[in-house]
């Protein structure tokens, strides 16, 4: 087992009608105008708007607000948002919403301080400074509500690149997992799918963090046995309640632990895939990737497949495929680039762009001949 | 599955060579005079006393050394080292050792700014400060290194109660497995079955927290599983950092999301018997009292033990108390209150014992006639 590090001082309130809590939270920790940031508008909806600001009027916290973060938030909606922040003065972000949401919240957070944001994301610069954040988490998916980590895309240079420091740990996230009743089916999916690939992006790393191996089956068993049960009934509460907290789980940490980081070779492909495609949903894309990548590795590491076709009730890898790919069927999902209306002269291109990034994967480090492999068995 | 909080805001550096890293740590948070706190002098034989003073005196951080805290801390021992804390004007703990060390430091720490502790474990007064606490964990158990809790032994009313707060997560604690090579065989099985029973104590409260449940029995039987390993070969690096880790983990919140608190029976049970008899390791008295707890309640709430006994790999409960029992014989431990000398005509008073709690359990609140009961189960 590897030598690890763990902190994470994220606060969670989690369950039915907490929502109302966040501005208690927000002034016991002295802050007095904060910047609420949201999406399309589907809070104004389903009564989470009205809760929020209530609990934040209720504890006198002023508030300005900017609308409009999309899947696959950009750089320039962000920077767009950090000079609306900076204009208002603001002491703190409140982020309403998923993962594209929460993320941009971050970068906000983070560039608030910064001359140009894009250099952090380069490494370029360091970051000192960060606004404290507050989440309401409307979908569970990404795990932003619990960790430092954060995604944007550079629409300019299509780029989809990751940041992220210890600043950006969120101070308080409520989840009420009674709000994502109302989520399309496909988005119920997607977000399980993403949690599972954080999970199984650590998980091949080291079969001697035991404790760690386990817990990760344990989730993504629970995680797939839930999303069975939404697909029955979208309402019923414990599974929306266990699949929001194993998708909290699955990236806030204790899913990695000994793990040196995590592989991370199927997100950043997927990140290359977006990023010329920015309709693909990221959950969508991953639940792709993630067969082709395993089918490829598992003749190159035999060693480290030892075990993780148990989850899907099988005892070798070939059969575990057989049945992951089967379930995402069942959920109707893509099991493939062409599902994705991907044609196949693009596979070039998307290699190309996957070979911008510095570093591809962990245990093993990919060459061009890999991706490409992994692109076609992903066809 | 139940509404939870959840915050826990310690750092854990955890692995191999990693003692030496808590003078940085100490100096980063700008503490400067710091009591080292410790038990009977076991970490002078196997090196760490000399790490850790040679860290705090590269870092330039004062400290004063007090010694002597041994198996069920008593109010006396922490009495005395406020005293000692005030008297040297320290600004922070450093707790070296196992549950009982850390454990005593907590109460030192909100002791350091009460004019009477057991008032606050009466519940009659509020902490509003604590010292800052670093922990150098020596044997893997009571999970204290990672959450805010603490239980000392009041020797005059021969009382063992817990406390807690918030102010009383570490700041930093240091969990180098290797350094437990050389514990005693009965210590390593007593820390496995105390942090089985911490898991058992949330278990059984909501069958409706999945994710919760499922990590609790990887959790298990991970434990079991190092625990059989250490008996083959106790310097199995790997299966002391698997043990490790999930003994944390059994106690930092984790094992508990959406158990309402958890039970905390048997430790009530427990800590009445160890503080008639000191002697008793709170380990191995657990591992007497929850096969009994379960005898009894299983008959009473079936629909709660629907499915423990997986972790034995058992499909009933009759079948898993006995391979738990078997289990207990198999690694040397008692399975009965009279392998643990108590007498049989002593029932009568370690029940009026127990009786002075003021609740013993939570989802069935305990009469006489139930723990009369469980003690005979128990004989």
Redesign the interface.
Known sequence: ????????????????N?ITEIGKEIRNNNHKRILLLAGQGSIKTNGVYDQITASLKENKIDFVEMWGVQANPTLEKVNETIEFARKHDVDSILAVGGGSVIDSAKAVAVGFYLDDLWLFMQRKVQAKEALPLYTVLTISATGSEMNSGFVITNSKTQQKWGGGSPLLFPRVSVIDPSIQFSLPWDQTVNGGLDAIAHILEYYFVDD?????R??D???I??II??VDRLQENPQD??AR??LA??AT?ALNG?SG??MNGGDWACHTIEHALSALHPKIAHGAGLGVIFPAWIEYMVFKYPEKFSDWFEIWGEDNSISALISMRNKLRDWGSPVALRDLCIRKDELDKIADKIMEFPVIGSFSKFTREDIESILILAY
């Open positions: 087992m590897n030598n690890f590090s763990f902190y994470n001082p994220t606060k969670i309130i989690f369950g039915k907490r001697k963090a035991i404790t760690t386990e817990i089956k344990a989730l068993r629970t046995s839930m509460y414990s309640a266990n907290w194993s789980l204790i632990i000994g």
